[in-house]
């Protein structure tokens, strides 16, 4: 249980394109979703906290005209990377926590997105 | 702020040994850590979460030990084999919190 699919997995495209990825919980409801940024050898660095029918919450740094986030239903978030250049390729991850659960409780993860802006 | 550090980036072992990783945490203690298995190109995965009040917590093969005198957490994995290369990432919580604050992860390498 607890599996979340993040689509696409992989994307390339030219630079000044919008890019939408979307993080789904398959099998349990997620009232909160994470969006994360990973470079190569670096840690998880959280972008937002997407809350169900709510603005996302976004970290210091994170321009949120940039990254827009949209956690319609209990099932599904989504990010989009608004007017990409190349500084924004790096690996996106999304993660979800169950309906009604606050600390204590792991997040489960998708599998991510490498972004590639040419 | 709070920092969440694993000092090393690599670690390789031989098969059948134990192995060890290390996780420091700055200023004060957090309610929890919890310990993810990342393969490359993948997201991380769940492997334990140790409370504040525990001292060691077991699953199969694996062991996590939280030592707030130290301010350190241990992750030990017995027995260890080659499908047990990976990334291994420590992360912290704050009390009433659900944000996760993850170290930098530890690559593990067992050589057959």
């Known amino acids: 249980g607890a599996v979340v699919s993040q689509h696409p997995s992989r994307v390339i495209c030219k630079s000044g394109t919008s890019v939408k990825i979307e993080c789904r919980s398959l099998d349990f409801q997620a009232t909160t979703m994470f969006w994360y940024r990973q470079f190569p050898k670096k840690s998880l660095m959280l972008m937002a906290t997407s809350n169900e029918g709510s603005k996302a919450t976004y970290e210091q740094g994170v321009e949120k005209d940039k990254f827009l986030i949209n956690h319609a239903s209990l099932t599904l978030s989504t990010l989009t990377v608004t007017s990409a250049h190349p500084e924004d390729s790096s690996f996106y991850i999304c993660?979800?926590?169950?309906?009604?659960?606050?600390?204590?409780?792991?997040?489960?993860f998708g599998d991510g997105t490498r972004l590639s802006i040419l | 702020s709070q920092k969440i550090e694993q000092n090393s980036e690599a670690l390789n072992i031989q098969e059948g040994k134990t192995a060890t990783l290390t996780c420091n945490y700055t200023n004060y203690s957090p309610a929890y850590l919890q310990w993810y298995r990342q393969d490359p190109g993948r997201g991380p995965v769940f492997l334990l979460l140790?409370?504040?009040?525990?001292k060691e917590k077991r699953k199969e093969r694996l062991k996590v030990t939280f030592d707030t005198t130290l301010k350190q957490s241990l992750f030990h994995i017995t027995a260890s084999q080659p499908a047990d290369s990976a990334t291994y990432l420590c992360a912290r919580a704050g009390a009433g919190s659900y944000q996760l604050t993850f170290g930098k992860g530890t690559k593990l390498s067992v050589i057959p």
């Open positions: 140790i409370r504040e009040n525990e």
């Open positions: 993660s979800a926590l169950h309906a009604g659960v606050y600390s204590n409780q792991p997040q489960h």
